[in-house]
């Protein structure tokens, strides 16, 4: 229970004070401290960030701080992408899902640690986005990601809304908030599905406590935003995210490069055996 509160502390806390970040723990935490498998905990974690989402675009909406044209154009090809990625995911190994997640944490660092690029003085909105079909792409690309691996994609959505829609970054995080709660619905629908098919199911408990937890620490988060230092706080996260993506590939990307550990250990037992079956046994000579 303990890694559960400080977890879904945690994942709120990153939505809150950076708009983004949330899955890239979330997922993690529940298969390496939670103990839940690899397949429920991507729709745990779906499900878990749509919901913070949803409380998250709550202030953005009522401050009309949320581009529609963007979720239209981005947004609806996303969840096509993550239907898609969704459908993949259900039946690549959990290893290559891990370690294609590792190589995503390592990615969403790099995006991190660039400096972003300023739309004007004032925050306004430059003069000329990239076509639909363009953002269109982008979007499907994303929710490829989200539906293989379980990000919520935050990491991506933000910065092409930012390049690609010409947005101001706080009107970029409210779109992107809104996006990822279409992409995870669409994602944890499609996993629902797969995991009832072959007997498997969600923890609504541990949802609903991650989803509660994750709230009040994005609005906890939210609150301290606007007392640090942005860049030094992303350049921190990001090498968390290095950390991160590195164990998670090294600890999976392992299983790939020793395939003999499991037949080695057969061996062994099968010699340990052998050897017991040596052992003499007294009998009494006395009986007949």
């Not at 363009?134 to 935050?154: D, E, R």
């Amino acid at each position: 229970m303990v890694y559960i509160l400080a977890g879904s502390l945690l994942i709120g806390l990153t939505l809150g004070l950076l708009g983004a970040g949330g899955s890239a723990i979330t997922v993690p935490v529940l298969i390496y401290l939670v103990g839940h498998g690899t397949k429920e905990s991507i729709a745990e974690s779906m499900a878990i960030v749509g919901l913070i989402a949803i409380a998250a675009a709550i202030p953005y909406a009522n401050a009309k701080q949320i581009d529609w044209r963007s979720v239209f154009c981005f947004g609806l090809p996303g969840m096509l992408g993550t239907l898609v990625g969704a459908w993949s995911g259900g039946l690549a190994a959990e290893a290559v899902q891990l370690v294609v997640f590792g190589s995503v944490l390592l990615g969403a660092a790099l995006i991190m640690l660039r400096k972003p690029e300023t739309i004007d003085a004032d925050g306004n909105e430059s003069p000329r986005r990239s076509p639909a079909w363009k953002m269109g792409l982008q979007g499907i690309f994303a929710g490829l990601l989200t539906g293989f691996v379980g990000v919520g994609g935050g990491f991506l959505i933000v910065p092409a809304l930012v390049i690609l829609g010409k947005l101001p970054m706080r009107l970029a995080i409210g779109t992107s908030l809104v996006i990822i709660v279409f992409q995870a619905a669409v994602g944890f629908a499609r996993y629902e599905y797969f995991l009832s098919a072959n007997h498997m199911t969600v923890d609504w408990q541990t949802i609903l406590i991650f989803a509660v937890m994750g709230i009040v620490g994005s609005m906890i988060g939210r609150h301290i935003n606007t007392r640090l230092n942005q860049q030094i706080l992303k350049s921190v996260f990001a090498g968390f995210l290095i950390v991160l993506g590195g164990f998670v590939i090294v600890r999976e990307g392992g299983k790939y490069l020793h395939p003999a550990a499991p037949a080695t250990a057969v061996i062994v037992a099968s010699k340990q055996i052998q050897a017991e079956s040596r052992i003499p046994v007294h009998n009494n000579k006395g009986e007949e």
